[in-house]
């Protein structure tokens, strides 16, 4: 998906096609059964119980349209920070060959670094960040508004409809005024099924944004403290404190996102701070992380296929499967010889990113693989390998990365190491 997919082009995709399609159908659905149920052209209370629910779902789709139009703000290319030295506290991204400002990152499916980036959103096929946070936060709390409505309105009429006859046959005409046809009848569940889903998912996703909010932390963000609390967990000892720089309190937070014109604030490159922190507080800690990451990597080499499936119960056995990890995270799929470097580590799985073959990195179409690259995969399909001068020195360390450039070379290297009988495996 390119970032440069700009207006209306980005509707083409199933996620904003289905959710419009959901709001419109609720929307229909509400509308025919409220003209039976309860008339607009009765009373003035009628009318306005109509006015209100079509404010609702105007608020939504147009907050809805605004959210995927509006986008997150994305990061120019090439982008450095306006003094030179201050590259050295933000990490480099390669795609966009440009320093990634605080509180950016690079979302795969959009392809380019994000502004406060809080998650990529397949419903707005965009990202949620700095500059639609508002409005995508505005269209959840709309649309569960709306479906509320809509769900009394359609569970009343549809009590109505089913009880015309006793209506009727007891002296109460006037209460049977819901006619079901067979088409209305059916849309008319497939409406309360709707509503009443859209109100449950998107009430979490809603309580989600809002702690974000009232925070002033995005998801990502919440992982890069999580991890810095854990850093000074492992080392007591260490004298660098860590503060999390954005958290102004809760009234400062909101105004962040929630202002008077209900638009983005500043530029999305320098931020508001606590006191005690800088603008580059986060990324310090987010270099540092990396740092550790790097040293901790250990590249393994699979030897036998990986389904990427959940619970791999036929390819794996049951040991695997009642040790799989409690985490939403991605399988990802193995051919013998692939090269993963691992970072994480369980008793029956590992947590990897798959070195791309030389033919993946050259972009040559058959051999391009579906699925993801980094993710969770069973520990017994994979051997670890040593690199020989650790090797020889016995220390068992081994923090070298084979230079990406230089894949061919090191898959040879690999097929040497095996020979040699470097391989251990580790089960
Ligand atoms: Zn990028
Ligand atoms: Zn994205």
Request: glycine share 8%; hydrophobic share 35%.
């Amino acid at each position: 998906m390119s970032a440069e997919l700009s207006g209306f082009r980005r509707f083409l995709h199933w996620g904003p096609i289905t959710a419009l399609s959901i709001i419109k159908c609720i929307t229909l659905t509400t509308l025919y059964m409220n003209s039976m149920w309860w008339p607009p052209n009765e009373s003035f209370a009628a009318f306005a119980h109509q006015a209100l629910f079509l404010l609702l779902s105007t608020l939504a789709t147009f907050n809805y349209v605004m959210a995927t139009l509006t986008g997150p703000g994305l990061m120019p290319k090439q982008w450095q920070p306006k003094d030179p030295k201050d590259t050295q506290f933000l990490q480099y991204c390669k795609k966009c060959e440009g320093y990634k400002a605080p509180r950016s990152h690079h979302c795969r499916k959009c392809d380019r670094c994000v502004k406060k980036m809080d998650h990529h959103c397949p419903w707005i096929n965009h990202c949620v960040g700095w500059a639609n946070h508002a409005y995508f936060t505005f269209f959840l709390l709309f649309s569960i508004l709306g479906s509320l409505h809509g769900t009394v309105v359609l569970c009343c009429s549809f009590w109505r409809g089913i009880y015309r006859y006793y209506y009727l046959t007891h002296g109460l005409a006037h209460l049977a005024s819901v006619q079901f046809t067979l088409t209305s009848i059916i849309m008319c569940i497939l409406g309360m099924g709707l509503s009443i889903g859209v109100v449950i998912g998107l009430s979490m996703l809603l309580y989600i944004q809002m702690k974000t909010i009232v925070t002033n932390q995005t998801g990502i963000e919440i992982w890069i403290v999580e991890k810095a609390i854990y850093r000074r967990y492992r080392n007591p000892d260490s004298d660098d404190d860590f503060l999390y720089p954005y958290n102004l309190g809760w009234r400062d937070n909101l105004r962040q996102v929630f202002n008077d014109e209900c638009q983005k604030r500043g530029e999305g490159i320098e931020w508001p701070v606590a006191e005690g922190c800088d603008q580059y507080t986060l990324t310090r800690e987010q270099l540092a992380q990396k740092e550790e990451k790097r040293a901790r990597t250990r590249t393994y080499k699979c030897i036998r296929p990986v389904t990427g499936r959940w619970l791999p119960l036929f390819s794996q056995g049951w040991r695997v499967c009642v040790g799989a990890p409690c985490s939403d995270e991605p399988r990802i799929h193995l051919r013998p010889d692939d090269i993963i470097r691992v970072t994480r580590f369980r008793s029956h799985w590992l947590f990897g990113e798959r070195v791309p073959s030389e033919q993946e990195i050259r972009g040559e179409k058959k051999h391009q693989r579906k699925g993801h690259i980094r993710g969770w995969f069973p520990r017994q399909a994979a051997v670890e390998l040593i690199e020989p001068e650790q090797d020889s020195s016995g220390d068992g360390s081994h923090d070298e990365n084979p230079p990406a450039q230089n894949i061919n070379g090191y898959h040879r290297h690999l097929k040497q190491q095996q020979r040699n009988g470097h391989a251990k495996k580790y089960m």
